[in-house]
């Protein structure tokens, strides 16, 4: 499966629109609590356990797109968007969220 931001693949026509997917992920506040506990683990203004979790829920995040897109037979996702927002009473969790047009490629 190919993922890409922008709306076509080089080299690659597109032959059918397969229609919208998506995928999502939410971090819970214990990830907010564990980041502030382990503050020290804050290198050059960034905290590897942190982005450690970010990755984890964009990988969650990607693996339901490319779910979706597979059930509609597609070969590639294109116009990939990736927010992130905080959810929940008083933002007490992060949702990351995945979405894009699945496509079938011409071989």
Known sequence: MKFSTTPTLEDQPISEYCGVV???AI???????D??????????GR?????????KARQIAFAE??????ALGADAVVGIDIDYETVGKDGSMLMVSVSGTAVKLRH
């Open 35 to 44: 980041f502030f506990a382990g503050i020290r683990d804050i290198v050059g």
């Open 47 to 55: 905290s590897g356990a942190y982005e450690k979790e970010l990755r």
């Open 65 to 70: 797109l490319e779910e979706q897109a597979k």
């Open 27 to 33: 971090l819970g506040a214990n990830i907010f609590r």
């Open 22 to 24: 998506t995928g999502e």
